[in-house]
């Protein structure tokens, strides 16, 4: 189970204090989906960099599986199950995806076979990419189902995905789909997905609307989606 405990992270600058995160308490059960949506700015990101470890609290707890993780580094975070799926992911140039998705799994060699597998579920045809390298001869959609692919390989308890749909077409949107629907029923996987696709957020348990730093509302797909949709979720409504 996830738990963050009023969380806070505040950044100065010439202005003076900006707050991001304001004071956030939200607990994520095990194999819950929660999807975070929001304005652009909201905070959505920087929540999620908060419980991988990409940025450190101000004030607050993160509580993962019972154990206090707030000072904890982002490979100590990886090695007790928790991930992360970058909007824009990093090139590695010489390395194969083959071989970058044996890293991630964490066995020195993957079998093929295997490594095929994690591929084939996020839209990719094997047999065009393990060999390739991971670096600007791939698209940007490309690179980000291959990370979708090496988090999958990682076999994580908790999986945390900015905006997976960003630079993807539709017909491998609907494989991520299908994907994340899959891992949610099968695999009692904790996942928190940050998304403004209507698709992603009806796969939710839960959503989360968060802006200006705040959880401005909270609750089932049934509960909070038609309030998205007529724009009255946040801390400044939107107007006609």
């Known amino acids: 189970m996830l738990e963050l405990r ?130 600007t001869s791939l698209s940007g959609g490309e690179v980000k189902r291959i990370e979708i692919a090496t988090i999958l390989a990682r076999n994580s308890g908790l999986m945390i995905l900015d905006e997976p749909e960003a630079g993807i077409d539709l017909w491998s949107f609907n494989k991520l789909t299908e994907t994340f629907s899959a891992i949610h029923e099968k695999r009692g996987v904790t996942m928190i997905i940050i998304s403004h696709q209507e698709r992603i957020i009806a796969l939710a348990d839960e959503i989360a609307v968060i802006d200006r730093g705040e959880v401005a509302r909270r609750g089932s797909v049934g509960e909070v989606f038609p309030a998205i949709a007529a724009g009255q979720t946040g801390n400044c409504p939107a107007r006609n």
């Open 6 to 135: 009023h969380l806070q992270y505040t950044v100065s600058d010439e202005a003076g204090n900006n707050d991001i995160i304001r004071d956030i308490s939200l607990t994520v059960p095990d194999g819950r989906l929660l999807v975070l949506t929001g304005p652009n700015g909201g905070g959505k990101t920087t929540l999620a960099k908060l419980v991988m470890g990409l940025v450190t609290p101000t004030a607050g707890q993160i509580i993962w599986n019972g154990e206090d993780v707030t000072a904890l580094s982002i490979t100590e975070r990886a090695r007790r199950g928790i991930s992360y799926g970058f909007q824009q992911p990093p090139r590695f140039k010489g390395i194969k995806v083959g071989d970058l998705l044996s890293i991630a799994s964490g066995k020195r060699l993957l079998r093929r076979s295997e490594a095929c597998a994690y591929l084939t579920q996020v839209g990719l045809c094997a047999a065009d990419y393990i060999d390739r390298e991971v670096d």
